[in-house]
């Protein structure tokens, strides 16, 4: 079995623990085990960008120390957000050493100090470079014959250029995975559109605005649902379907998936690894019509 | 015999005071001719009235400490904080939910936290208090609960926190949603309280009432008690009142 450091992230931990529980036991079944940190704490959510507010960057730092504590320099993660704010971070101190320095002599007094050498990867990274979509292939053994799925990469996984995981502008990882699933990668050009971000706390009318273009895109072009791998894309495209519907009088009724629920069901695992009661439109009917579950 | 006594300058609230070293900054203080009536509890390091805050020669560091465990030290400068204001988020324990919306609601600048630790290095408990803010963050309300176990409320860790969080009343909350709604409720003792109620121990506690003093000793030197260190199968031999 394969280790891996695992950072969940707090929204795994709780809302989107679809999310977190697919990945744990469909990288399980890939032979991979994902290994949370003993110890963690918020990620900082958002990359600060401000460059002298060094403060916001001692979150993801702390966990990167973790990470060299335990002996190993690679540490995966799930959420876009979670991805986003530890690399870009991890870029930021391993470019600017003074910045890194400042951050640990501010923490030294309990944590040992970061050296800059852990690698931040995305769970999607994994299952292309070291696991290989090919082997995922040959390891489907409930082919997810006749899904048309979009692809949704939102902001965070390719933007900016230094923390891409694909290429920024036509990310194709996903759907790469997805036809590896035995599933049908259908092209939506909102790929990599904002799904309007925390406005949804202040503004859900924005945010429904943003999620019917990318969801009536998605249908445009045959999606019969959207893959996500980021739990405020999901929400916002998944439950301001309710505001959509409100507003328009549409009810668009399309499942939000994670890519790693998609994966589990590929491997053969059961629908409870899934927990679809935490979706707000049930992707069930979709599944069960085309004899998925 | 001549003792001999090493006289250190510490100052208090700015004063200086010459005191021996081998005293607490609290006896330090009494010794100085203060007599307390606040900021001074148990004396034993667990009842978290006695905050101090201090800084010491040749070093940058705000430290806080207890006046009751912490040594008065050549040169330290300090005050007392018997009391921290903290905030209270009011609630009603039967009508919020164990998840992590209460602490959004109540106390949401829990959220504001950056994890720069400090509350941590702050606690004279030893309690890793980032950690237990950041279960809550995540709603793991039974790692908070446990983590923050050993509070004392001295209320040092908000003292020092950027992000203005309440540490110690975020943790009671998470303690009383974790005992009135995690745990399994203790069904033996309602079991228990019904036979109270039926007068099963009536005669039990006559007959003791009863006693003389000779007879009370006797009793008393024969009753089965829980061994110190307990074998996770022991149980008396007598089940009588159980």
Not at chain 1, 152 to 164: E, M, N, Q, V
Not at chain 2, 118 to 145: H, L
Request: glycine share 6%; proline share 5%; net charge neutral.
């Amino acid at each position: 079995m394969n280790k891996i450091s695992y950072y969940p992230g707090c929204t795994l931990s709780n809302t989107a623990k679809n999310f977190d529980l697919s990945a744990r036991e469909s990288m399980k079944a890939l032979g991979w085990e994902l290994d949370e940190l003993p110890r963690w704490n918020c990620c900082g959510t958002v990359y600060s960008l401000a460059s002298d507010n060094l403060i916001n960057h001692v979150a993801p730092i702390r966990l990167l120390v973790h990470t060299q504590e335990l002996g190993r320099d690679k540490l995966t993660t799930l959420c876009s957000m979670c991805y986003h704010t530890l690399k870009m971070s991890n870029l930021m101190v391993q470019k600017d050493r003074d910045k890194l320095e400042k951050i640990n002599f501010f923490t030294k007094d309990k944590d040992a100090e970061y050296k800059g050498r852990v690698e931040v990867l995305h769970l999607l990274e994994i299952l292309k470079n070291d696991i290989g979509f090919a082997n995922i292939k040959e390891k489907i053994s409930r082919p997810l014959k006749g899904l048309k799925l979009a692809s949704y990469y939102g902001c965070l996984l390719t933007r900016p250029k230094a923390a891409a995981i694909d290429d920024v502008e036509m990310p194709t990882i996903m759907g790469d995975l997805i036809n590896s699933l035995g599933a049908q990668a259908v092209y939506d050009p909102c790929l990599t559109e904002c799904c309007g971000s925390y406005h949804t706390v202040m503004d859900q009318e924005v945010v429904a605005d943003k999620a019917e273009r990318i969801i009536s895109s998605a249908i445009k072009n045959g999606a019969e649902a959207i893959v996500t791998s980021c739990p405020l894309c999901f929400f916002n495209l998944d439950e301001r379907q309710k505001n959509i519907l409100e507003k328009t009088g549409k009810a668009y009724d399309l499942p939000i998936l994670y890519f790693t629920q998609l994966l589990a069901l590929g491997l053969g695992l059961g629908p409870e690894v899934c927990k679809f009661d935490l979706h707000h439109i049930d992707p069930r009917p979709l599944l069960k019509a085309k004899s998925i579950i | 015999m001549e003792t001999k006594v090493n006289l250190i300058p510490i100052h208090v609230m700015g004063k200086q005071y010459m005191v021996p070293d081998t005293l607490t900054v609290m006896k330090a203080m009494e010794y100085a001719g203060y007599q307390l009536t606040r900021g001074c509890g148990c004396r034993g390091g667990i009842c978290g009235a006695c905050g101090i805050a201090f800084r010491l020669p040749d070093s940058y560091k705000i430290e806080v400490g207890l006046a009751c465990q912490a040594m008065a030290q050549p040169g330290m400068y300090l005050a007392v904080l018997p009391f921290f204001p903290n905030k209270r988020g009011i609630h009603d324990l039967n009508k919020v939910k164990a998840a992590v919306d209460t602490f959004k609601a109540l106390y949401p600048e829990v959220f504001k936290c950056v994890s720069c630790n400090t509350c941590t290095k702050s606690c004279p408990m030893s309690i890793e208090v980032m950690d237990y803010i950041n279960a809550v963050i995540r709603g793991d309300i039974v790692q908070a609960a446990e983590l923050s176990f050993d509070c004392v409320m001295c209320g040092l860790c908000t003292s020092r926190c950027p992000a203005e969080i309440s540490h110690a009343n975020v943790a009671i909350l998470a303690r009383r949603l974790y005992g009135s709604q995690i745990t399994p409720r203790a069904e033996h003792l309602a079991k228990q309280v019904e036979q109270v109620k039926a007068g099963k121990f009536n005669e039990g506690l006559d007959q003791l009432k009863k006693a003389d003093v000779n007879k009370l000793k006797e009793l008393y030197k024969a009753r089965e008690a829980e061994p110190d260190n307990t074998p996770d199968e022991w149980a008396p031999k007598s089940n009588d009142y159980l």
